[in-house]
């Protein structure tokens, strides 16, 4: 991740000054949120695209009595965010009253969360998800099946800060793999998902392997059902029909 929980906090605190400085009596909130998001697609048996963004969006709340404005940025250098409380108090000195306006929070204790963030999903990177994308394909090359796939991640900070003493950050990190097998005349697919913040949960080899099993099942039910369709007589010699095995690309007699 390319930020920091003490960037993020810091930035926040920043902000706040700035409001200070600008009018002392305002009330004021901030939000940011820094996420690193990257994926990695691909189909036919081969990567087509992937990619990896960083990005930093803070959003300020500023209430002048029960006159409130909000606004956002995604630059937070100094100019750039003195730019922005002061055009957030001059759109708040032009709002109407809102007399449902709440007072911002002041200092909270909250629980540490450990599941939310995971340092390998953090990890990750395009050689990491190529080695995912191969993992997958390979899985479905003995049967000569077609594997398509999309891996994402998120790793983030969310920050949140008012001029009444409120400081947080929270970190968090999910992935999610999704597959798609199918056979090469295009009558059989299978298809797989899973979302996670744990990468050990990602179990890619389980996750392709159930896909491909569900391709072949499939071809081979819409194989029995054209048959049946064109008055072809049943493959099982009773003509009792057919029963089909998870995993098993082969129709069995009852």
Not at 24 to 38: E, F, G, I, N, R
Not at 162 to 174: C, F, I, Q, R
Request: proline share 4%; charged share 25%.
């Amino acid at each position: 991740m390319a930020s920091s929980e003490k960037m993020v906090r810091e930035t926040m605190q920043r902000v706040l000054g700035f409001v200070k400085a600008a009018d002392p009596k305002a009330q004021s909130a901030v939000t940011l949120s820094a996420d690193h998001v990257a994926n990695t697609r691909f189909a036919c048996n081969e990567i087509s695209t992937g990619g990896d963004v960083d990005e930093t969006t803070l959003s300020l709340q500023v209430a002048l009595g029960l006159r409130v404005a909000t606004s956002s940025t995604n630059q937070v250098d100094d100019a750039s965010l003195r730019a922005l409380v002061e055009r957030v108090i001059t759109m708040a000195k032009s709002c109407p009253e809102d007399p449902e306006y709440m007072p911002v929070l002041g200092p909270q204790t909250y629980g540490k969360s450990a599941a939310a963030f995971d340092a390998a999903i953090d990890r990750l990177d395009a050689l990491a998800r190529a080695r995912v994308a191969k993992e997958a394909i390979e899985v479905g090359r003995p049967s000569e099946l077609l594997v398509a796939g999309f891996l994402t991640h998120t790793s983030s900070l969310k920050g949140h800060a008012t001029s009444a003493g409120l400081l947080t950050v929270h970190p968090g990190a999910w992935a999610g793999l999704s597959l798609t097998v199918r056979t090469k005349d295009g009558t059989g697919s299978g298809h797989v998902d899973n979302v996670s913040r744990q990468w050990k949960q990602v179990d890619t080899r389980a996750l392709a392997t159930q896909a491909c099993d569900g391709g072949g099942l499939e071809a081979a039910e819409e194989a029995a059902d054209r048959s049946l369709h064109r008055g072809a007589r049943p493959a099982c010699g009773d003509g009792g029909g057919r029963v089909f095995h998870p995993g098993d690309d082969r129709p069995r007699c009852r």
